[in-house]
């Protein structure tokens, strides 16, 4: 074996789960299409999730709470029927809490919403036409610009 060889321990333990993980796009913010959704139960404790699935990806992010919120503030609507066509920004947040620990995971950014035009209608109506969705966190502290849109193989 060439020791020599640059080796990265997230590509030797790359997962092979069906669900995208912090590691995945680790480094990266793209920009993927909701294709579609299900209801799922997702993690140990076999919670009800809303699972997205992104056009041309191979995995699905399953919806914890504050992500299916993000989607219903960037929308407009609760009805996760109503977010398949749209383009979300996803990034990594390094510092969930999640069973007493931070972890990595991967949110749904609240920077970027784009949507076929009946849905911007919808979504403008629901954040009162602002030009920016509300920002409780401040997550949109990073401007498109800032981002790396490469494309992700996930």
Aim: a neutral charge; glycine letters at 6%.
């Amino acid at each position: 074996m060439d020791n020599t060889k640059m080796f990265n321990v997230d590509e030797i333990y790359k997962s092979n789960s069906q669900f995208l993980k912090a590691a995945d796009i680790k480094g990266y913010r793209p920009i993927v299409e909701i294709e579609d959704f299900e209801i799922g139960e997702v993690g140990a404790e076999k919670k009800p999730q809303v699972i997205l699935k992104f056009k041309n990806k191979d995995k699905k992010l399953g919806c914890n709470k504050t992500n299916a919120e993000r989607m219903a503030v960037l929308s407009g609507s609760k009805n996760p029927a109503d977010w398949i066509g749209a383009k979300i920004r996803l990034y990594v947040d390094p510092s969930v809490e999640f069973q007493g620990k931070k972890v990595e995971a991967v949110r749904i950014s609240l920077e970027f919403w784009e949507a076929p035009q009946r849905k911007l209608a919808a979504a403008a109506i629901a954040t009162n036409a602002k030009s920016q969705p509300p920002d409780p966190e401040g997550w949109n502290e990073y401007t498109a610009e800032d981002s790396k849109d490469g494309d992700v193989p996930f």
